[in-house]
Nanobody
Framework: QVQLVESGGGLVQADTSLRLSCAAS????????VGWFRQAPGKEREFVAS????????VYADSVKGRFTISADSAKYTVYLQMTSLKPEDTAVYYC????????????????WGQGTQVTVSS
């Protein structure tokens, strides 16, 4: 069973940066793709980015492309989400989860959700 734990959230000002971490543990972790999702109050949980452990396959939502970078450290079994040029609309709880589908953006393809980490961007 795979477990995922997010960390790194916080309160930041607009146009600054923040890096989130997703630490993975359990059996056959490297077989899966890890994705980041976010959920703002009153909104659906939405896809942000995903990567395989080799880093050769990365997928981004259009809303974050060019501002966010996802990367994977296979030695530490940790996936990072580097967020730059943050905007107030990036405010949400950020979750990581796993899937076997390399290119999926659909939350129903993911499981083993972490508890989430809050990111708040003030204007």
């Amino acid at each position: 069973q795979v477990q995922l734990v997010e960390s790194g959230g916080g309160l930041v000002q607009a146009d600054t940066s923040l890096r989130l971490s997703c630490a993975a543990s359990g059996r056959a972790v490297s077989r899966y793709v890890v994705g980041w999702f976010r959920q703002a109050p009153g909104k659906e949980r939405e896809f942000v980015a995903s990567t395989n452990w080799g880093g050769g396959i990365t997928v981004y939502a259009d809303s974050v492309k060019g501002r966010f970078t996802i990367s994977a450290d296979s030695a530490k079994y940790t996936v990072y989400l580097q967020m730059t040029s943050l905007k107030p609309e990036d405010t949400a709880v950020y979750y990581c989860a796993k899937t076997i589908s390399s290119y999926s953006r659909h939350r129903y393809d993911y499981d083993s959700w972490g508890q989430g980490t809050q990111v708040t961007v003030s204007s």
